[in-house]
């Protein structure tokens, strides 16, 4: 029984692991205003995209945008308070 646990356990935490490090970080540009919005995750609705800003916590939906995957370090360093 003990044995289960513990397999139990280090399966639940292996996925829990895995799926913490699998964010992935956006920089969205509107181009007809230059503002930069950043975020981690991206909607699309035909050519509209819908996220949350994460600097202001605004939800953002743009008619046209340019979307670029970025690493955590940019996300970080462009978001810090």
């Given at each position: ?11 639940l935490?292996?996925?829990?692991l895995?799926t ?9 540009t509107?181009p ?5 919005f950043?975020?981690?995750d ?5 050519s509209a995209?819908?996220?949350k800003?994460?600097k202001?916590g605004?939800?953002?939906?743009l008619q046209a945008?340019e979307?670029t ?6 996300f ?5 308070k």
């Amino acid at each position: 029984m003990r044995d289960a646990r513990v397999i139990a356990s280090t399966a639940l935490l292996a996925i829990v692991l895995v799926t913490a490090g699998c964010t992935t970080y956006y920089r969205v540009t509107d181009p007809s205003s230059g503002k930069i919005f950043y975020t981690t995750d991206v909607k699309r609705s035909g050519s509209a995209v819908m996220f949350k800003d994460a600097k202001s916590g605004s939800d953002v939906t743009l008619q046209a945008s340019e979307v670029t995957e970025i690493t955590s370090d940019d996300f970080n360093k462009n978001t810090a308070k």
